[in-house]
């Protein structure tokens, strides 16, 4: 595609992971126009192994993604651009999204499935691990510790509910790490459930499987590690758009209705960045719905009316 392509599509899928794919090929099936802009930064790149999707279970997630692409690519009202979607505007008969190259696609509908960014603890050797022997959901990578001893490191409050989720996966540890004090009331739960706790910070972690080094100079090995990152949606489009958005506990979302539409009439989103959770089956439902809603917007609702309840 060139900067004088004056192609109208009826959706801009801004985003090509399992979210986006899944809501492309809904549009794609309805024979409709459709350009998916995806930058390559699926979440879950780090993790050599996908777990609880109905039938890819245990999968390199990056194979997932590549074959979905291969089927969806196969229907030809279907366009992929590689690269990034800088800027988005309303226009009077949809919206215009602007790439990193200052190329404007145009289209009736928007559906932004960017996913989010981790923001994890500052420290030494967790990022490097971050999807091989530090993880975020029990479901996605608990079973394969095989019952071997977990660590949960604590950035808030918020941790007591990893901490109490794990016993069911291993032995568990609770590594406070000086961000907060369990009350009397939580540290009896923590006792019923079994966890320990360390209140000894944390200054490195090193090897695979990882072992915590502590500021009294103990090495503690465990099978895996969890911890609760904070997230932010990975691009501002939403925000350009004024889309309402939602802030919880580990961090910002989209917010969108049962149809996975936000705010703004005529855009939709889906996947991690319109949920406080992920995974890749959450994220190939939501995106399924967001497709559907957003092929029945075009039937109808006409575009005049939807663009004058904004």
């Known amino acids: 595609m060139n900067g004088n392509d004056k192609t109208t599509y009826d959706a801009i899928i ?11 090929l809904q549009l794609a099936r309805a024979r409709r126009r459709v350009l998916v802009m995806d930058e390559g930064l699926r979440r ?25 692409r291969t089927q969806l690519m196969r229907y030809p009202t279907v366009t992929w651009m590689t690269g990034r979607a800088e800027k988005a505007a309303r226009t009077s ?10 190329t404007a696609h145009h289209a009736r509908r928007l559906l932004i499935a960017v996913g989010v960014v981790d923001e994890l603890p500052a420290i030494p050797g967790l990022a490097e691990r971050w999807g091989r022997s530090v993880f975020h959901c029990p479901y996605c990578h608990g079973y394969e510790l095989m ?3 977990i660590g949960v490191i604590a950035v808030s409050g918020q941790s007591m509910h990893h ?9 568990t540890t609770l590594l406070l790490n000086g961000t907060f004090e369990p009350d009397a009331d939580q540290s009896a739960h923590l006792a019923r459930r079994g966890v320990a706790v360390e209140a000894a910070f944390i200054t490195g972690i090193d090897s695979d499987p990882p072992e915590v080094t502590l500021a009294d100079g103990r090495r503690v090995p465990f099978a895996g590690l969890f911890v609760l990152p904070r997230s932010r949606v990975a691009s501002p489009l939403a925000a350009q758009l004024g889309c309402v958005s939602e802030d919880g506990p580990l961090g910002t979302h989209i917010r969108v209705d049962e149809m996975q539409e936000t705010s703004i009439p005529g855009v939709f989103a889906c996947g991690d960045a319109a949920r406080a959770a992920g995974s890749v089956a959450l994220a190939v439902g939501a995106g399924t719905i967001a497709g559907t809603a957003l092929h029945r917007s075009l039937l ?3 575009d005049d ?5 904004a």
Not at 44 to 68: K, M, T, V, W, Y
Not at 96 to 101: G, P, V
Not at 163 to 171: E, V, Y
């Open 44 to 68: 879950n790149r780090f993790a050599s192994h996908s777990h609880g999707f109905l039938g890819q279970d245990g999968r390199p997630p990056g194979d997932i993604a590549a074959e979905a």
């Open 147 to 149: 019952q071997g001893r």
């Open 93 to 102: 008969k949809g919206f215009e999204i602007t790439d990193s190259d200052g």
């Open 305 to 309: 009316a939807l663009f004058a309840r």
């Open 163 to 171: 901490a109490l989720m794990l016993p069911d996966w291993g032995p």
């Open 300 to 302: 109808f609702c006409e």
């Open 14 to 24: 801004v985003g090509g992971s399992y979210a986006g794919i899944a809501a492309a």
